[in-house]
């Protein structure tokens, strides 16, 4: 798959205006969204969990794995209560991956710092409903740099707040956890948002899922319209990265396989 900063960019011309570059870039991510679909369900996992004293050699075996989307955790210790890493490092492995880079900001103030995580290499970059901000211009900015742009809901958020700002995404977030910390358990009452989301929007963005998924818990999210599954705990723990992520797209084929059937 190829980039999806790449792909926007190549067809950006520097006389465009404002609202033909902003043309340019719906056509572009709707084109990429599509061109996503029969690679779906996709395994993103969540760098909050890999060995960052052997990062270059977690890298390699994700790649080993297929691991197409690559999901990297921003906490500040504001939004949340737990620091991780920031653009830095996020920048030093981009060369080393031909994987999209996933970037969730949970942090209070995006708008601050999204053009640090754009030159940093992301592909898509998510923050959150929660966060005290104008959503939609941020969203627009996202797009307009060439990246694909995500809003995230917690868990105690009511879906509702995001149905204007529906417009201006490529993806949706659900936190099946309260954001922060890795191994939590899965809250399977995030569903209803799952399926709500997916009655409002088709199949025009990517609906991903956060927190608590592994083997017990993909299936369902899976049948419930997921398309994306950031998975941690599932994938690090396991001795084997390879038949990790190939257990957990089985078991999301099957779900979404008996969601059609149902």
């Known amino acids: 798959m190829e980039r999806l ?5 190549l067809l950006h011309s520097p006389g465009d205006d404002s609202s033909q570059v902003k043309s340019y870039v719906s056509m572009c991510q709707s084109a990429i969204l599509a061109s996503l679909r029969p690679c779906l369900p996709l395994i993103a996992p969540s ?17 080993s794995a297929s ?11 504001h939004f949340v209560p737990n620091l991780s ?21 949970m942090i209070s103030n995006p708008a601050q710092y999204v ?4 030159a940093a290499g992301a592909d898509w970059i998510t923050f959150h409903i929660e966060t005290d901000t104008n959503h939609a211009a941020l969203l ?3 797009r ?17 707040r995001i149905a204007p700002l529906l417009k201006h995404c490529d993806l949706v977030l659900i936190m099946s956890v309260e954001p922060g910390f890795g191994g939590q358990k899965f809250q399977p009452d995030v569903l209803s948002k799952v399926h709500w989301l997916r009655e409002q929007v088709g199949d025009k963005l990517l609906i991903s899922i956060d927190g608590g998924i592994g083997t017990s818990t993909i299936s369902q999210a899976a049948a419930a319209g997921v398309d994306l599954f950031v998975a941690g705990s599932a994938v690090f ?20 396989t008996t969601a059609e059937v149902v």
């Open 5 to 9: 900063a790449r792909v926007i960019v």
């Open 47 to 63: 760098m909050l969990k890999c060995d960052f004293g052997n990062l270059h050699r977690e890298v390699e075996l994700l790649d």
């Open 67 to 77: 691991a197409d989307v690559l999901h990297w955790d921003v906490m500040d210790g």
């Open 85 to 105: 890493y920031g653009a830095m490092v996020i920048e030093r492995v981009r060369p080393r991956s031909e994987a999209i880079f996933d970037v969730h900001l």
């Open 115 to 118: 053009a640090e995580y754009v």
């Open 140 to 142: 627009d900015e996202i």
């Open 144 to 160: 307009a740099s060439g990246c694909g742009a995500g809003l995230a809901i917690n868990p105690k958020t009511d879906v509702a």
């Open 237 to 256: 723990d396991a001795p084997d990265y390879v038949v990790a992520m190939e257990q957990l797209r089985l078991l999301a084929v099957q779900g979404r």
